[in-house]
């Protein structure tokens, strides 16, 4: 029997075989829920029952041991609770949705299916620590990292929680230094690969943010910590830092970018994956280019070891980046900004992928001990699967 708010429907442990799962989908229900009168009498208990059915359905009609359901610890046991938790969470939300970045036909769905269990797992997570959580996020241009933390950030304000977001991309060097690095490195032509972060400002600023209290103490204390922001349109779109956020403490921190968490491969393989000669990587200079960067990376191991969490934004194909990135800036010039042309773009990211190739390095981190979750990211950025990276790695 499963109840919420009085409501009281059955639920028998073989319901979910027999209902006909080719059907579900819980949209149609939140699409509902957002037109009516929002009042909780309406909600009934074959709605309930249906979305019940939907947490497992890819539990069950799945032949491998990854599914979202195992992602986020959702069982026949539990599913009543985490049904209820998350319609609680959806209806204290009704009123912000027109806020959130994404206005996408898979907008209910993503936040269904993500946005919200993400959220209740970091809230869970947050209370074993005893102490603020760092999440990393790890994902390429265009997979939706920014979307998420201003997503999470609004869902876990609604649960109690203060977040804060740090990205990669704030940790730049001053423009000053990454002058100096250029003339020292003529290869560093854009700011991004490894080396061109300041690693010891990163730690400090985690450290302060792991070690903070809660906000009310923090506010008697009147503890100040500075969180770096980076101008990216700064000396001609070069970058330079700005002025930096000021909190007193979070209860949850998101530190995102397009290589957090990515560890350094051993030589051989990656000697054995550059004689593949994968493009865009050519020359024996650009061989050369990416033993480097993989060496770097060595440095930023202290910086990811602050991290309690790792998930990876991975596209189906993560050739998908360059075209996301030109669907942007076509955007961004159809309402008259300045943008680069679209062979400016495919040099820049494919600089990227020459430095440290998603193919061998995203592939590498998933395969290895770190990571948490996997979202798949679909051609028209929709969620595909999601599912921890140990089942994923036992259903191949």
Known sequence: MLTYRGLAFECPPDIFKQMDRSNLNPVEILEAWIAGDRSLRKISAAELELLAVWELADDVRSSSRASRSRAFGITPDNVADVVRHKTDLFLSLLDELHTFPLKSSVFL???????????????????????PLIQGILGGQGTGKTTLCQVLKVILGKMGYSTVSLSLDDLYKTYADRQQLQKADPRLIWRGPPGTHDIDLGISVLDKLRGSQTRELAAVDNLKIEIPRFDKSAYGGAGDRSQPEIICAADIVLFEGWFVGVNPVADGRLNEFLATAPFPISTEADCQFARDMNAKLHDYLPLWNRLD???????????????????????????????MSES????????????????????????????????EILDDRAIGQICRAIDLKLSD
């Open 109 to 131: 769905e993503t936040l269904w299916n993500l946005w919200l269990p993400l959220a209740m797992q970091l809230s869970t997570e947050k209370q074993s620590l005893k102490r």
């Open 309 to 339: 969490r790792l998930m990876v934004l991975y596209p189906r194909d993560y050739r998908l980046s360059q075209v996301w990135r030109n669907q942007a800036e076509r955007e961004m010039i159809a309402q008259g900004k300045s943008g």
């Open 344 to 375: 400016e773009i495919n040099r820049f990211v494919e600089y990227f992928w020459k430095a440290l190739h998603p193919e061998l390095f995203i592939k590498s981190t998933v395969e290895g001990d770190r990571v948490d979750l996997v979202v």
